[in-house]
């Protein structure tokens, strides 16, 4: 689907409860135009069963359910998810937006979920999110930012992507980032992007931090 590239413009695909969106062959691309306003708003289900790569560029409203079966399915826009996000023999790449509801790896083929780009919390805000076997990056450029100032909670098992020494995973602009589950640190971790910044990771009371990697990095922060 091409961007129109004209001031003004918009367009916004609606796939309604109990409605199915199938992405049912690779190397699709749904582009949007840079000056106009887009949207895909998914109540139902929007999955993707074809193999090779399908890259939705429209901003994603999830309220239901995003299945990757087969391939890569890549969330180029911004999203906002108080659905359910789910790798299901396909990977499925986000990059950026604001997180919430299920965020889910259910394949058994060693495909996985992979969050990328900046998830920002708004001051006074807290964003909850359940995460089951998902990671934080995904190698050299596909890097996760958790910036605040508000606070994420979040539940279940995340991972941080394993990439040599590489930071996989940010935490700035004084977020906090409150855990109830498991966090499984496979990959660096980096603190506060320099003194004038900071974050705060609370591990609470019942929660493990699973420290396996040899690197983490605090700028300016606080971890308790």
């Known amino acids: ?6 001031a003004g413009d ?3 695909i609606v796939n309604e409860a109990g409605a199915t ?24 289900l929007l999955e993707m069963t074809g193999g090779g790569g399908n890259t939705l560029s429209a901003p994603l409203y999830n309220t239901a359910l995003v299945s990757a079966q087969n391939g890569n399915l890549y969330l180029g826009g911004a999203l906002t998810n108080s659905g359910t996000l789910q790798s299901d023999q396909g990977n499925l790449i986000t990059y ?5 509801g299920l965020i889910e790896d259910i394949s058994t083929n060693g495909a996985n979920l992979f969050m990328t780009g900046t998830y920002a919390v708004p001051a006074a ?3 909850s ?19 605040g100032p508000g606070t994420l909670a979040s539940n279940g098992l995340v991972y941080t992507y394993h990439y040599g020494g590489q930071v996989q995973l940010f935490l700035g602009g004084g977020v906090t980032w409150d855990n109830a589950g498991t966090v499984n640190q496979q990959g660096a971790i980096e603190f506060g992007a ?5 974050a705060t990771l609370v591990n609470e009371a019942g929660a493990t931090y ?15």
């Open 210 to 224: 699973d420290l396996s990697s040899l690197v983490m990095v605090v700028s300016s922060g606080v971890i308790w």
């Open 96 to 100: 950026g937006g604001t997180l919430g």
């Open 21 to 44: 969106y199938d992405l049912s062959r690779g190397e699709s691309q749904q582009n949007i135009g840079s000056t106009g306003t887009y949207a895909f708003i998914n109540n139902g």
């Open 194 to 198: 320099g003194t004038a910044d900071a």
């Open 125 to 127: 805000t807290t964003d």
């Open 1 to 6: 689907m091409p961007g129109v590239d004209t």
């Open 10 to 12: 918009s367009a916004t």
């Open 129 to 147: 999110v359940v995460f089951d076997g998902v990671y934080f990056g995904w190698g050299s450029t596909n890097v996760a930012v958790l910036e």
